[in-house]
């Protein structure tokens, strides 16, 4: 925790501190003039958009199984198709 008083922080300090746990995108001190934290505030925004974010990412995995999964039985009536022909040329003697 730091224990520099709220006026000597600024918004690199506050970077720099942070970055050591990961990355930053943006850091900025904010003084409240309440006798109240604005972490509170400020976990809740990170925690919706985080829930937000999470079942996108959740759902790409299952979309693009899904996808590929058509893709390959696409791919299979394809091929049947192919054969079907290919055995019934090879049966008129070369002619589909």
Not at 7 to 36: D, H, K, M
Not at 38 to 58: A, G, M, S, V
Not at 83 to 93: F, I, L, P, T
């Amino acid at each position: 925790m730091c224990t520099l008083p709220v006026t000597y922080v600024t918004n690199e300090i506050l970077e720099e501190i942070f970055s050591v746990f990961s990355q930053v995108e943006r850091a900025v001190v904010i003084i409240c003039t309440a006798n109240v934290t604005c972490w509170k505030t400020f976990i809740e925004i990170e925690k919706q958009q985080r829930d937000q974010l999470h079942p996108n990412i959740r759902e790409a995995p299952k979309k693009l199984k899904m996808e590929m999964e058509a893709v390959c039985h696409e791919h299979y009536a394809n091929e049947a198709r192919f054969d079907e022909v290919s055995r019934r040329a090879s049966e008129n003697g070369g002619t589909a």
